[in-house]
């Protein structure tokens, strides 16, 4: 995954904690769920979102409490992504917050590479490996059941391409960072472009192949 967004400028993430001064008001109780929201946030850019270039802001709401309202953010802890709210009222959860730095990422980034978006059980994602490694094309493969940042990532990529309303089905290819589609799609592109291997016999993916 192409990580770095356009001229270096990292996915926004600010959290309005519930401290802060206004007037004559002054918040001096801790507050558990902005503590519990901050080591959240901490822990998922760690692991979930380790190699995505994010800025994390922290500002207390009582003292910038009109900027997040602007959004529809009015009960801390409020998280917005990029300028979206995609949390307030309670303790963050990681799910939520891996899937709005994901979107917003690859709103911004190619996808460079061969990649395959599958599942282990899935028979086309079986075919889709198989002509890829006789094809001798290096790809990377990412499960999308066992692995929740290639789901989101597959659906951030994929959605905009196809459409909201169409199911994603995998797998989800991409070559040289061209979208392909699913194996059928893949098969009629490396159909037209491999060539046979004479040093090993008649390739299965050249035309005529039986």
Request: glycine share 8%.
């Amino acid at each position: 995954m192409t990580t770095r967004p356009p001229h270096d400028r990292p996915v926004n993430l600010r959290l309005y904690r519930w401290a802060g001064r206004w007037g004559p008001f002054e918040v001096r109780i801790p507050c558990g769920e902005c503590a519990l929201t901050r080591d959240v946030i901490a822990d998922t850019l760690a692991h979930e979102l380790a190699g995505i270039a994010v800025e994390v802001e922290v500002r207390d709401w009582l003292s910038h409490w009109w900027q997040p309202l602007a959004r529809g953010g009015w009960h801390a802890p409020i998280v917005m992504v990029e300028g979206r709210v995609v949390s307030q009222g309670q303790a963050l959860n990681r799910g939520v917050l891996t899937q709005a730095v994901i979107d917003a990422a690859a709103a911004r980034t190619a996808l460079d590479g061969n990649h395959v978006f599958g599942k282990a059980t899935c028979p086309h994602c079986q075919r889709a490996k198989q002509y890829l490694a006789e094809a001798g094309i290096d790809f990377t493969y990412h499960d999308v059941v066992h692995d929740a940042r290639a789901m989101y990532e597959m659906l951030a990529r994929v959605k905009p391409l196809i459409g909201p309303k169409t199911p994603v089905t995998v797998p989800q290819i991409w070559l040289d960072g061209d979208y392909i589609g699913g194996a059928d799609q893949l098969s009629a592109r490396l159909h037209r472009a491999v060539e046979p291997n004479p040093e090993r016999g008649r390739n299965s993916l050249s035309p005529g192949a039986a």
